[in-house]
């Protein structure tokens, strides 16, 4: 039974596939045609080799099938889903390329330059029309791809919550850990996973129910019980305390064909980051924590830090200029002040800012942050600090390395080290670099406001990072994040 619903699965989702393919094919090819007033073939093959349609529906299924997109995964997240149509969707374009390079497809430029005399506005995109017609399909192909698959699930989703083209499951273990993972099944319908009845993680037991559910018997019985009550997949969910138990339950659930799912029992608190699993020469490697801009997502964050603190060292040159001869001209001392922050991995580097301070103040006082009406701050100072514009020369540091454009704000050694005794998890800010602005600093969250709520948000932000979420973090501070009624 198992077996039969992965292949129509896999058949239903390949064929929505293939139609959104070929869809996103024709779609390019077309407008590339109409684009450049090209003729339409008159041979029938020249339907399917001009669109590319040959090229892409094996390449991009193939590319789709690796990515494990064709896997009956009913608790993945249609977010989570898109993101691996998108890069399998990016793979995809290159193998193209590279096969009609190797296959010498030479017809699909032949014939159809435009003459010499004849030129077309814009840059080389619009005067190449196989160009043109594969920047159109690298941009269509994970549109069509990620809408019909939106809609299959969804349609998917409302049927399984009416109780169709359902999976039963059963939990192994009836202590907290076992009731959390049914409550949670429950509450996510849509994935069509039902709980039949729970098997005690105990040898035996005289209990009989667990949440209105039966409970069949202990794990001494589990193949007796599994043999009469079949089921399509197991949720392993065992105290921690009898953890001792589980290579010797999952030896005995080899034989049979079902799926296996181990819940760990870890608080959520302890988990400030999506575990993943890997493995090394067969020696599964679980994640607990690590930084999420590791590999290529730092590295295109890191991309956007330049290109974004380059932009706005342009934009903002004229302000920051005028803000230094002001401070140079009304007050005394230096247009500049720099303070000891920590960022990623704990470094220690030099935060720059315009100087809002009297130059006799102590900057590095007994007080955490300023007061609203702090008379170390000068006029020019206040009004600095009012529109946020005293941090512009961070993107110094954003551009040195020192500090992300987006991240946790960077705090004073000697606070980490107080605070890291105090709050659980503080620690966990230091994953990721040290930002100019970031999730709490969006939502209100500056000045002297709570630690602990600016901790929540902080830790929200890096469990959830994504380069999306970074712009659109820059996106609302560009229009509400320089004036604020807590910035001081």
């Not at 169709?164 to 429950?186: D, F, K, P, S, Y």
């Not at 500049?336 to 103040?361: C, E, P």
């Not at 948000?457 to 807590?486: M, P, Q």
Request: charged share 20%; with cysteine.
């Amino acid at each position: 039974m198992l077996k039969q619903k992965s292949n129509l699965f896999l058949t239903l989702f390949g064929f929505v596939d293939m139609l959104a393919i070929s869809g996103a094919c024709l779609i390019a090819w077309g407008a590339r045609v109409l684009y450049f007033n090209e003729p339409l073939p008159t041979a029938w093959e020249s339907y399917f080799k001009d669109p590319l349609i040959v090229y892409a529906v094996p390449i991009v299924i193939l590319t789709m099938y690796l990515s494990k997109l064709y896997r009956p995964r009913r608790d993945r997240t249609l977010w989570g889903e898109f993101g691996q149509v998108l890069r399998a969707s990016l793979i995809s374009i290159a193998m193209i390329v590279l096969a009609i390079w190797a296959v010498g497809g030479n017809h699909l430029t032949s014939g159809l330059q435009p003459p010499p005399e004849v030129t077309y506005p814009g840059w080389r995109l619009a005067t190449d029309p196989f160009r043109f017609q594969l920047v159109l399909l690298l941009a269509i192909l994970p549109f069509l791809i990620g809408v019909y698959r939106l809609l299959l699930r969804l349609s998917l989703r409302a049927a399984r919550k009416r109780g169709w083209n359902a999976r039963h499951a059963a939990v192994i273990g009836v202590g907290r850990l076992g009731q959390i993972t049914t409550r949670t099944l429950g509450r996510n319908s849509w994935t069509g996973i039902s709980v039949q009845y729970f098997i005690s993680h105990h040898e035996q037991t005289n209990r009989v129910s667990c949440l209105g559910l039966p409970v069949k018997g202990g794990v001494r019985e589990m193949e007796s019980i599994l043999d009469q009550h079949p089921v399509d997949a197991i949720y392993l969910a065992i105290p921690a305390a009898m953890s001792a138990q589980l290579p010797d339950i999952l030896k005995r659930l080899e034989r049979f064909a079902v799926d296996v799912r181990i819940i760990p029992d870890v608080h959520p608190r302890y988990l400030p980051q999506n575990m993943a699993v890997s493995e090394l020469e067969g020696m599964p490697v679980l994640s607990y924590r690590e930084s999420p801009m590791a590999g290529v997502g730092g590295v295109l964050k890191r991309a956007v830090d330049i290109v974004g603190a380059l932009t706005a060292m342009l934009v903002f040159m004229p302000i920051m200029l005028v803000i230094a001869i002001l401070i140079r001209t009304t007050t005394d001392g230096p247009v500049l002040f720099k303070q000891r922050r920590v960022s990623l991995g704990g470094d220690v580097f030099w935060i720059y800012k315009f100087r809002t301070m009297n130059t006799n103040a102590d900057a590095d006082g007994d007080q955490k942050w300023t007061s609203r009406d702090d008379q170390r701050i000068h006029r020019v100072g206040k009004w600095l600090r009012r529109t946020s514009l005293d941090e512009l020369p961070q993107l110094l540091n954003v551009l040195r390395g020192d500090m992300a454009l987006v991240g946790p704000r960077p705090e004073r050694p000697e606070l980490i080290d107080r605070f890291r005794e105090d709050w659980r998890g503080y620690m966990i800010r230091q994953h990721v670099k040290a930002g100019m602005t970031g999730w709490a600093q969006i939502n209100g969250l500056r000045g002297d406001t709570s630690l602990r709520k600016r901790l929540q948000y902080d830790l929200f932000y890096i469990r959830n990072w994504s380069i999306w979420l970074d712009i659109r973090i820059l996106f609302v501070t560009v229009f509400r994040g320089f004036v604020h009624r807590n910035a001081m």
